[in-house]
């Protein structure tokens, strides 16, 4: 579906269609993967094709007896359409409901990615139980003490340092938001954000050229780094990328480097002498 959706839309949009049809016989699991790989493609779903995911989750939840229910699967459901800006308050009311008993046993992990479901829910302005039920700045702090665990920085991330120190830039490096969104280098008063974007950030999927008959790479962004960027520019921040495949063809040319990242800042400063 993600390559189809990327290289061959209207493949994609008949699959999609085709798929309507079948979401009455999908399990939970099943929902969630097939959520986590419309993520590469959000743009292109068609309108009809979330509600209907939606519905279908609902539908499973409630055959569903409480002895087979994996919370984990419910909240990678969750995760998957809060990425992507699919915001069903009904169906994260009837989560919550299946989840709630057992929240205090949930790992970690899991109760930090229902901070980004309430992220999302805020984010496009919906009411539901699940928003008065929880504590907000627990999750929120859980969230931000595993993202900071495990948070990876891309190869080049060094490189872009050295290349704002040398165009005079002043940024913080690293920096979370008061909503727990991390960001690799910051400037909080101008409200620029540079995210540097390694190879965990995006989907790297191959086709044949058409033209030529050769492989060659699409990138798209993988669905919770654009929900970071989403939510970003939500708050007011000016929000830049720095793809590690664009830097990789710099091949270490300084010159190039600086261009690059003042191209993306110069809206904002002026360039030092």
Known sequence: LALAGVCAPAVFTLVAERALGLLAHADLADLAALCDA????????PDRFYPAVCRAARDALD????????PKTLVQLLHALSVSLVVDADLVDAAWRRLAPAFDALPDNLKADLHLVLLALRLECRRCDFLDAVDPDALLDLHVRLETARAKDPAHRDAVRAALDRLGFSFLAPHTTEDGVRIDFADPHRRVALLVAGTFSYHKLKHADPATGKS???FR???EPYFRSTLLAHLGWRVHRVPYFKWASFRDDRAQQDAFLFAKLADYYHRPH
């Open 38 to 45: 419309l993520s590469v493609v959000r743009a292109r779903v």
């Open 63 to 70: 055959r569903l007896p409480d002895e087979d229910l994996a």
């Open 216 to 218: 060659r790479y699409r």
């Open 221 to 223: 962004v993988k669905g």
